[in-house]
């Protein structure tokens, strides 16, 4: 078994200018990486576990970033950026996310969550600030988070009022900010109104380098198990006060905003967490191939072979499912937060369980911090924040809950509903006619209107006959029935803070379904490619996660599966619906 790359990485050429497509981007930072094996690599697997021994960010790999001008995938096109859809963003970053996470976190999500909030409310002058700021290399950073609130945003402390002479004076604190003490741009969530209410916060878009130095403190780095190099940061105000036109979009409408943003950062951010499963699958698969057991190799045992599969099926389901919701934005944009919330609730964890799993298979190599396959114990560590960073699973299904008993009226139980267009389903077609995404399209409910698990009946009724997946199409359309009947009996108290169990498990179902649906369309549309393997396979996985059963993966899914990813590595290519070459 092999593993083909280029042998160094490529001299970082001087910032790129013009117009760079996600593919072309793709490509270039695979050559720009390098291989990811070579000890005398810069930015290889040794230089990336050295960097997180001393919990730093990899300087090398941040200046190799600024040299291909990542910023300008956080920027709309039409701003002098290279973004126009989730799709290409998630394919851009999941290139980074597979060398290290640190670096995809660190160097650019941030920045992008911090920018979607003023591409989607900032005037033109904010709007175009920022777009200067980030592609002349500067970052951003989101200071939303305060300890005491956790994901309570809404209940944020941190107050932006006026002082005696009109202006707006920022008091208070944020914690656990990622590069908050590097970022040239702020993104503030602040209480602008004293009175309860939804309409009391907005959010401020600052010049870290204008505000006065007495105002401002900042406090302690905070330490992490897993991200050790992502510099998170605290800031305390004092009285600070801020320019006047400072506001995004209009007072008191910062969690209007920050709703409306996370429905492109919660799709985003899981997608880009995908590339770090690829590696954690990468270097098990190569562990297991290394590794002597019972006068043969670990991957010999048809256990390791049922277990990398799966891994390998849990992979390409959160990229069906990720991609779907991605494209949705351009095509159903008004209910992308449904379909954002979903993936945020369902995505991480998926993942994580996929590298703990992997981890079983390594033994007590998962946890060394030296040898060949020390990368794995920080792959191990850092996929843990995916779950709980931005957003955690249960503050998306409180997002979900409020929409089902709606959801059952105008969708499920109607007599007509619209399903997805065709396109939805097409990993990397053009999408003629709605592209660049619209952040202003997005909604805050999605009225009652679900299209996805709608393609879901549609999709089975056009299926033929021998459909190979027409028994878990059914299987999935009779769990919708089932969920439409339980949901339908909801009360409103089972759908805000105080919700029981059962109504979470309620809006945890429907996540399933939605994923059934997007990875039934996919091969229904040919997402899959011509044989059904693939989506029996990331089908039964769903399943497993959401408890309907707990058997592994049947050999003949199995085996066939195991003997794709074994070409893939030895090919030199990911483990998701791309196949791209990779050197990770």
Same mark, same amino acid.
């Given at each position: 078994?092999?593993?083909?790359?280029?042998?160094?990485?490529?001299?970082?050429?001087?910032?790129?200018?013009?117009?760079?497509?996600?593919?072309?981007?793709?490509?270039?930072?695979?050559?720009?990486?390098?291989?990811?094996?070579?000890?005398?690599?810069?930015?290889?697997?040794?230089?990336?576990?050295?960097?997180?021994?001393?919990?730093?960010?990899?300087?090398?790999?941040?200046?190799?970033?600024?040299?291909?001008?990542?910023?300008?995938?956080?920027?709309?096109?039409?701003?002098?950026?290279?973004?126009?859809?989730?799709?290409?963003?998630?394919?851009?970053?999941?290139?980074?996310?597979?060398?290290?996470?640190?670096?995809?976190?660190?160097?650019?999500?941030?920045?992008?969550?911090?920018?979607?909030?003023?591409?989607?409310?900032?005037?033109?002058?904010?709007?175009?600030?920022?777009?200067?700021?980030?592609?002349?290399?500067?970052?951003?950073?989101?200071?939303?988070?305060?300890?005491?609130?956790?994901?309570?945003?809404?209940?944020?402390?941190?107050?932006?009022?006026?002082?005696?002479?009109?202006?707006?004076?920022?008091?208070?604190?944020?914690?656990?900010?990622?590069?908050?003490?590097?970022?040239?741009?702020?993104?503030?969530?602040?209480?602008?109104?004293?009175?309860?209410?939804?309409?009391?916060?907005?959010?401020?878009?600052?010049?870290?380098?204008?505000?006065?130095?007495?105002?401002?403190?900042?406090?302690?780095?905070?330490?992490?198990?897993?991200?050790?190099?992502?510099?998170?940061?605290?800031?305390?105000?004092?009285?600070?006060?801020?320019?006047?036109?400072?506001?995004?979009?209009?007072?008191?409408?910062?969690?209007?905003?920050?709703?409306?943003?996370?429905?492109?950062?919660?799709?985003?951010?899981?997608?880009?967490?995908?590339?770090?499963?690829?590696?954690?699958?990468?270097?098990?698969?190569?562990?297991?191939?290394?590794?002597?057991?019972?006068?043969?190799?670990?991957?010999?045992?048809?256990?390791?072979? =049922?277990? /990398?599969?799966?891994?390998?099926?849990? +992979?390409? #389901?959160?990229?069906?499912? @990720?991609?779907? %919701?991605? &494209? *949705?934005?351009?095509?159903?944009?008004?209910?992308?937060?449904?379909?954002?919330?979903?993936?945020?609730?369902?995505?991480?964890?998926?993942?994580?369980?996929?590298?703990?799993?992997?981890?079983?298979?390594?033994?007590?190599?998962?946890?060394?911090?030296?040898?060949?396959?020390?990368?794995?114990?920080?792959?191990?560590?850092?996929?843990?924040?995916?779950?709980?960073?931005?957003?955690?699973?249960? =503050?998306? /299904?409180?997002?979900?809950?409020?929409? +089902?008993? #709606?959801?059952?009226?105008? @969708?499920?139980? %109607?007599? &007509? *509903?619209?399903?997805?267009?065709?396109?939805?389903?097409?990993?990397?077609?053009?999408?003629?006619?709605?592209?660049?995404?619209?952040?202003?399209?997005?909604?805050?409910?999605?009225?009652?209107?679900?299209?996805?698990?709608?393609?879901?009946?549609?999709?089975?009724?056009?299926?033929?006959?021998?459909?190979?997946?027409?028994?878990?199409?059914?299987?999935?359309?009779?769990?919708?029935?089932?969920?439409?009947?339980?949901?339908?009996?909801?009360?409103?108290?089972?759908?805000?803070?105080?919700? @029981?169990?059962? %109504?979470?498990?309620?809006?945890?179902?429907?996540?399933?379904?939605?994923?059934?649906?997007?990875?039934?369309?996919?091969?229904?549309?040919?997402?899959?490619?011509?044989?059904?393997?693939?989506?029996?396979?990331?089908?039964?996985?769903?399943?497993?996660?959401?408890?309907?059963?707990?058997?592994?993966?049947?050999?003949?899914?199995?085996?066939?599966?195991?003997?794709?990813?074994?070409?893939?590595?030895?090919?030199?290519?990911?483990?998701?619906?791309?196949?791209?070459?990779?050197?990770?």
């Amino acid at each position: 078994m092999t593993s083909t790359a280029p042998a160094t990485p490529a001299q970082p050429p001087a910032q790129p200018s013009g117009h760079l497509t996600p593919d072309a981007a793709i490509e270039r930072l695979e050559v720009l990486f390098g291989a990811a094996e070579d000890p005398a690599n810069p930015v290889g697997r040794t230089a990336v576990v050295a960097a997180d021994e001393r919990a730093t960010m990899l300087a090398a790999g941040e200046d190799l970033l600024t040299a291909h001008g990542l910023n300008a995938h956080f920027v709309p096109e039409e701003l002098g950026g290279r973004f126009t859809g989730l799709e290409g963003l998630i394919g851009v970053m999941r290139a980074v996310y597979r060398r290290d996470p640190c670096l995809g976190l660190g160097y650019g999500a941030g920045s992008f969550m911090a920018g979607v909030n003023v591409w989607t409310a900032g005037s033109a002058p904010q709007r175009a600030w920022l777009a200067e700021r980030l592609l002349s290399g500067t970052r951003a950073a989101c200071v939303y988070h305060e300890l005491a609130h956790g994901n309570d945003f809404a209940r944020a402390a941190l107050t932006a009022l006026p002082g005696p002479d009109g202006r707006l004076r920022l008091s208070g604190r944020k914690e656990v900010v990622a590069n908050l003490r590097r970022a040239g741009a702020l993104v503030v969530f602040a209480r602008t109104d004293p009175a309860p209410g939804s309409r009391s916060h907005s959010q401020l878009l600052l010049d870290a380098d204008a505000l006065p130095a007495g105002a401002v403190r900042h406090l302690e780095r905070f330490g992490t198990a897993g991200m050790r190099g992502v510099p998170l940061g605290g800031v305390e105000f004092t009285g600070c006060p801020v320019p006047p036109d400072s506001v995004v979009g209009r007072p008191g409408q910062g969690v209007e905003t920050a709703l409306r943003s996370f429905q492109a950062t919660r799709i985003a951010l899981p997608g880009m967490t995908i590339g770090l499963l690829d590696t954690a699958l990468r270097t098990a698969l190569r562990a297991a191939h290394g590794r002597s057991l019972y006068g043969g190799t670990a991957a010999d045992l048809p256990l390791s072979r =049922s277990l /990398l599969a799966e891994a390998f099926a849990d +992979l390409l #389901l959160a990229d069906v499912f @990720t991609t779907v %919701a991605a &494209r *949705a934005t351009h095509t159903a944009p008004a209910q992308a937060g449904v379909y954002a919330s979903a993936v945020k609730a369902f995505v991480p964890a998926v993942l994580m369980r996929a590298v703990y799993r992997l981890s079983e298979l390594l033994g007590s190599q998962f946890y060394l911090r030296g040898g060949e396959h020390a990368l794995f114990q920080k792959l191990l560590r850092d996929v843990q924040p995916s779950a709980f960073g931005h957003a955690s699973r249960v =503050s998306c /299904l409180s997002a979900l809950l409020p929409q +089902l008993p #709606l959801t059952v009226r105008r @969708t499920w139980r %109607a007599e &007509r *509903a619209d399903g997805l267009s065709e396109e939805t389903f097409r990993p990397r077609h053009a999408l003629p006619g709605r592209t660049p995404l619209r952040f202003e399209r997005l909604a805050l409910t999605a009225g009652g209107r679900d299209p996805l698990s709608q393609s879901l009946v549609d999709g089975l009724a056009a299926a033929p006959p021998d459909d190979p997946l027409s028994d878990p199409a059914r299987a999935w359309h009779a769990e919708l029935d089932a969920l439409a009947t339980a949901a339908s009996g909801l009360r409103p108290a089972d759908t805000g803070p105080a919700a @029981t169990p059962y %109504a979470f498990g309620l809006a945890g179902r429907w996540t399933g379904v939605l994923a059934a649906s997007a990875c039934l369309n996919t091969w229904w549309h040919g997402g899959f490619g011509a044989e059904p393997v693939a989506a029996l396979a990331a089908l039964h996985r769903l399943g497993a996660h959401l408890d309907r059963h707990r058997d592994p993966l049947p050999p003949a899914l199995a085996e066939p599966l195991h003997a794709e990813l074994l070409r893939r590595f030895d090919a030199g290519l990911t483990f998701d619906l791309d196949r791209r070459p990779t050197g990770a």
